[in-house]
């Protein structure tokens, strides 16, 4: 058949382009919040659970938690549990008290669309003597400070620790991010924690950025990491920190993350669909007994759902390789999936239930991919609105193959003469489903972006060429209803014609569904939202220019009572945090520089003002920044 050959040689040719393709790694954020230890930890005395906290509920296998000591030895667990109380919430208890020693968490959890989240957590349990009365290394104050704009070039820096510091490297650079040459650090004799270090050079205007790593002078742990720090000061003026021009990189038009996992999606859309659609088209809009090629048809669409089933339960294996066959089994996206295949095989043989067969497979789809069961993506809601846009779709797809393989050709002009404008009713009505369930399920997922953050990412990128797929088959579809009052000949072959179109851009539209459901929707979202807001009488507007991964400036202007001083927190999940004070360009008007932003996702900011009259006000925010910061979302 024409539409089968056309699949099959699509097919082989992107099992061709994977196979042909470099593995891609990605290199992303989890959605891991918090942990208990947290990473790098240091304990007087082992705990008795290992506690993770997630974004989302998340699914639990058989080796979700594996703990290890320094030597590699593993360490078994009581068990681990999801907290009723909290899903997001995984518990892992310990048999017995741990030594003194490190220690090693993998973590791998499966997200609520059967992709697996893999994360890695190291911490430390030390005799109680070792860690007492030890304070946090850090800078207690510093010359020029952070944020402060200087009148002239400074000669030095001066950096006063809470205790003796041993600087293994120290660097500042200029807007332009190049070097200034400065002088070895020096230890103020009369004071061990003040290291002076002087500058080789007059400093023109603008911004400077300070980066260090120390340790402890006294310190005798040679496994303690160097504490890193930064901060920012202005010569006479404040300028942004500017990215070497280096050009920008260029983007692939094609999707990075397409491979035998998408391809085994596409097949299994492709097939669940077109049987449930084709049953809908005979019971529903038909209603005529005709005599059909429906059992080859039937098979080669089944084969195409038992193919993508096949496909996806590979990708997925590898993903879980430790677990064993019948543990990977009994997991829900392993399961349902052979269900949804057991659901098919009863609607092909028995042909009295076979519409409420294929419903059932199809609407179980939600349960196990796309984004629709996050219950930040709209829960209940969300499942219905894809539920229907999986109905009208399929009702759609189903009707144009309906079309082209039912009626033998000599019977083909009655055919199409009773059948086509019933379906073209429910076309229109199916598209117009499409439409509205798939507008309310991108402005769900991506509240706010802008169009070079959608179209930059897989999902957005995705989404635009579903919707101009969507446009051309509602032009052909306007066109179709005025052929269909003709009855002649010639306008019969071309709404056949047309139908065969209709084919192709199904198949497309398929397919960018199968990159959908595992691309990121948070990765085309970015925006400033404000949380809260402590007091009233003073408003703040912040910009982030740009807002993405790199340099940027924050700009923070107030309006209302007069404010002296700005602090900054930047905090992203597990671990992340940074501290800035910001500089005060003018009246109302502070700035940051620098990179600002380290990675794509949801990053809160605290920003802190301290008023003329002494009182401090905070107001808090969350920033996403696009880009695929995670695996799954």
């Known amino acids: 058949?024409?539409?089968?050959?056309?699949?099959?040689?699509?097919?082989?040719?992107?099992?061709?382009?994977?196979?042909?393709?470099?593995?891609?790694?990605?290199?992303?954020?989890?959605?891991?919040?918090?942990?208990?230890?947290?990473?790098?930890?240091?304990?007087?005395?082992?705990?008795?659970?290992?506690?993770?906290?997630?974004?989302?509920?998340?699914?639990?296998?058989?080796?979700?938690?594996?703990?290890?000591?320094?030597?590699?030895?593993?360490?078994?667990?009581?068990?681990?549990?999801?907290?009723?109380?909290?899903?997001?919430?995984?518990?892992?208890?310990?048999?017995?008290?741990?030594?003194?020693?490190?220690?090693?968490?993998?973590?791998?959890?499966?997200?609520?669309?059967?992709?697996?989240?893999?994360?890695?957590?190291?911490?430390?349990?030390?005799?109680?003597?070792?860690?007492?009365?030890?304070?946090?290394?850090?800078?207690?104050?510093?010359?020029?400070?952070?944020?402060?704009?200087?009148?002239?070039?400074?000669?030095?820096?001066?950096?006063?620790?809470?205790?003796?510091?041993?600087?293994?490297?120290?660097?500042?650079?200029?807007?332009?991010?190049?070097?200034?040459?400065?002088?070895?650090?020096?230890?103020?004799?009369?004071?061990?924690?003040h290291v002076v270090i002087e500058f080789n050079e007059v400093l023109p205007k603008g911004s400077y950025q300070v980066t260090w790593y120390a340790r402890p002078a006294a310190s005798d742990d040679i496994s303690l990491p160097d504490t890193i720090d930064v901060f920012y000061f202005a010569v006479d003026e404040f300028t942004a920190i500017q990215q070497p021009s280096e050009g920008e990189p260029v983007g692939s038009a094609w999707f990075a993350s397409m491979g035998l996992k998408q391809v085994g999606y596409w097949l299994f859309f492709i097939g669940i669909m077109a049987l449930f659609g084709l049953a809908f088209f005979q019971n529903v809009i038909h209603r005529e007994p005709i005599l059909l090629k429906r059992s080859t048809l039937s098979f080669f669409l089944l084969f195409f759902v038992f193919t993508g089933v096949i496909l996806v339960l590979v990708a997925q294996k590898s993903e879980l390789d430790s677990l064993s066959f019948i543990q990977f089994l009994s997991l829900k996206f392993v399961w349902i999936p052979l269900l949804q295949l057991g659901l098919l095989l009863l609607g092909i043989f028995l042909t009295k239930g076979r519409l409420l067969f294929f419903a059932a497979a199809l609407l179980l789809i939600p349960l196990i991919t796309g984004h629709a069961a996050y219950p930040r993506y709209g829960g209940y809601l969300s499942l219905f609105m894809n539920a229907l846009h999986l109905l009208a779709v399929s009702i759609w797809v189903g009707g144009l193959l309906a079309i082209l393989t039912f009626p033998k050709k000599e019977e083909m002009k009655k055919f199409l003469r009773s059948t086509l404008p019933a379906f073209s009713n429910w076309a229109f009505g199916s598209l117009t489903v499409i439409i509205v369930t798939g507008l309310y399920m991108t402005m769900k997922y991506v509240p706010s972006y802008t169009f070079e953050s959608f179209w930059k990412s897989e999902w957005g990128k995705a989404i635009v060429l579903k919707m101009v797929l969507t446009l051309a088959v509602l032009l052909i579809g306007l066109f179709q209803r005025r052929l269909i009052k003709q009855v002649t000949e010639k306008a019969l072959c071309k709404v056949v014609n047309r139908v065969r179109v209709e084919i192709i851009y199904a198949a497309l539209l398929l397919l960018f569904a199968s990159v959908l459901v595992v691309s990121t929707p948070g990765s085309a979202e970015q925006g400033v939202y404000p949380s809260t807001v402590e007091k009233e009488d003073i408003e703040l507007d912040v910009n982030f220019s740009p807002l993405k991964l790199g340099l940027n400036v924050l700009t923070m202007e107030f309006e209302g009572e007069k404010v002296e001083d700005v602090q900054v927190t930047l905090s992203m999940p597990p671990n992340y945090q940074v501290n800035y004070k910001a500089f005060k360009v003018e009246e109302g008007v502070f700035k940051l520089t620098g990179n600002l932003l380290h990675g794509a996702g949801t990053m809160d900011m605290t920003v802190k003002a301290e008023t003329s009259q002494g009182e401090e006000v905070e107001f808090a925010f969350r920033v996403v920044i696009p880009g695929e910061m995670r695996f799954n979302e």
């Open 1 to 193: 058949m024409w539409f089968a050959y056309k699949f099959i040689v699509l097919f082989v040719s992107l099992l061709l382009m994977h196979a042909a393709s470099p593995p891609i790694t990605g290199l992303a954020h989890s959605t891991m919040e918090e942990t208990f230890p947290s990473e790098g930890e240091r304990l007087t005395e082992g705990p008795s659970t290992l506690e993770f906290w997630f974004q989302d509920p998340v699914v639990l296998h058989a080796e979700s938690i594996q703990l290890k000591s320094q030597t590699g030895t593993k360490i078994k667990l009581e068990d681990t549990q999801i907290d009723p109380d909290d899903k997001t919430h995984l518990i892992s208890n310990l048999i017995d008290e741990l030594p003194p020693g490190s220690y090693a968490v993998k973590i791998s959890v499966i997200a609520l669309d059967g992709d697996v989240l893999e994360e890695s957590l190291n911490f430390q349990v030390v005799e109680k003597g070792k860690t007492k009365h030890q304070p946090v290394f850090k800078i207690i104050q510093n010359y020029p400070e952070d944020g402060e704009i200087t009148d002239g070039s400074p000669q030095k820096l001066d950096l006063w620790f809470n205790q003796p510091p041993n600087i293994t490297a120290i660097g500042v650079f200029d807007d332009r991010q190049q070097s200034i040459s400065i002088k070895e650090p020096v230890m103020d004799p009369n004071n061990p924690n």
